[in-house]
């Protein structure tokens, strides 16, 4: 998935932050050595702050500027 020397990460926002409180999910993301990230904002909108799996890293707005912008430099998108 990830070329020679790429990190990948994965940002969970909105909806799709319930994903990082199975087990399951984050196993699969952390098997394949990459950085698992949530929004706060929509973390603690949801309720879920108690329930993220252990090694989730939650971010605020500025962070998810910084990540996008200066952490990576490949972007990709799924939306449904």
């Known amino acids: 998935m990830a070329e020679k020397g790429e990190r990948i990460a994965v940002l969970h926002i909105q909806a799709a932050c319930m994903a990082t409180t199975s087990s399951e999910h984050c196993g699969r993301l952390l098997k394949n050595k990459m950085d698992v990230y949530a929004l706060k904002a929509d973390v603690e909108a949801q309720g879920l702050p108690e329930k993220?799996?252990?090694?989730?890293?939650?971010?605020?707005?500025?962070?998810?500027?910084?990540?996008l912008m200066s952490d990576h430099n490949k972007i990709v998108s799924w939306t449904s």
Do not use: F, H, W
């Not at 993220?52 to 990540?67: E, G, M, S």
């Open 52 to 67: 993220l799996c252990p090694n989730v890293k939650t971010i605020d707005y500025r962070q998810l500027v910084n990540l």
